[in-house]
T-cell receptor, first 114, second 114 residues
Framework: NAGVTQTPKFQVLKTGQSMTLQCAQDMNHEYMSWYRQDPGMGLRLIHY???????DQGEVPNGYNVSRSTTEDFPLRLLSAAPSQTSVYFCASSPGTGGGHGYTFGSGTRLTVV | AQSVTQPDIHITVSEGASLELRCNYS??????LFWYVQSPGQGLQLLLKYFSGDTLVQGIKGFEAEFKRSQSSFNLRKPSVHWSDAAEYFCAVVGGGSNYKLTFGKGTLLTVNP
């Protein structure tokens, strides 16, 4: 049981490049989400999904796209990277409704955009 | 919308002293509440959570937290701090029912002096 797996762990991009941050969970969790963490800002929700084929925006969605074609995977796409997207990105999943089952976090992806 | 306030950005305590980290939340009904800890360069570790029942919750590493509905607070405490407790601490809240979104405070950085 691997939990939530994020790849890559580190990435450096040039401004304007595109990339996809991968997130996969093997716990059959309904809910998956992406956060970004910046100093002094805590973790802010980018996008989330309550099941395959269903996604919605969080607090800071601009510049990011997501899709959920399977229960297991929830990739985060940066179409044209900007220095403001330099951050640490965390993926999280939860099995059920209302947060009462708790959340499992991945180990994070540290992204630098130069 | 739900929100979390951690009034203290940075706290310094001496090793062996007691600790209290403050957390205030805003949510209309009874929320689910969490405390996470993050060591430098690491991911998030769940310290404890409150879902219902006893308002005093015990967690890992000797931490506890008390839910006070009248004050909308969920403060984290530890009777005697160890140097290894130096880290950043995040309070988080999620609403019940179908509200999956976990909202974080901005964090409190704990420094422990020898």
């Amino acid at each position: 049981n691997a939990g939530v797996t994020q790849t890559p762990k580190f990435q450096v991009l040039k401004t304007g490049q595109s990339m996809t941050l991968q997130c996969a969970q093997d716990m059959n969790h309904e809910y998956m989400s992406w956060y970004r963490q910046d100093p002094g800002m805590g973790l802010r929700l980018i996008h989330y999904s309550v099941g395959a084929g269903i996604t919605d925006q969080g607090e800071v969605p601009n510049g990011y796209n997501v899709s959920r074609s399977t229960t297991e995977d929830f990739p985060l796409r940066l179409l044209s990277a900007a220095p403001s997207q330099t951050s640490v990105y965390f993926c999280a999943s939860s099995p059920g409704t209302g947060g009462g089952h708790g959340y499992t976090f991945g180990s994070g992806t540290r992204l630098t955009v130069v | 919308a739900q929100s979390v306030t951690q009034p203290d950005i940075h706290i310094t305590v001496s090793e062996g002293a007691s600790l209290e980290l403050r957390c205030n939340y805003s949510y209309g009904a009874t929320p689910y509440l969490f405390w996470y800890v993050q060591s430098p360069g690491q991911g998030l570790q769940l310290l404890l959570k409150y879902f219902s029942g006893d308002t005093l919750v015990q967690g890992i590493k000797g931490f506890e937290a008390e839910f006070k509905r009248s004050q909308s607070s969920f403060n984290l405490r530890k009777p005697s701090v160890h140097w290894s407790d130096a880290a950043e601490y995040f309070c988080a809240v999620v609403g019940g029912g179908s509200n999956y979104k976990l909202t974080f405070g901005k964090g409190t950085l704990l420094t422990v002096n020898p």
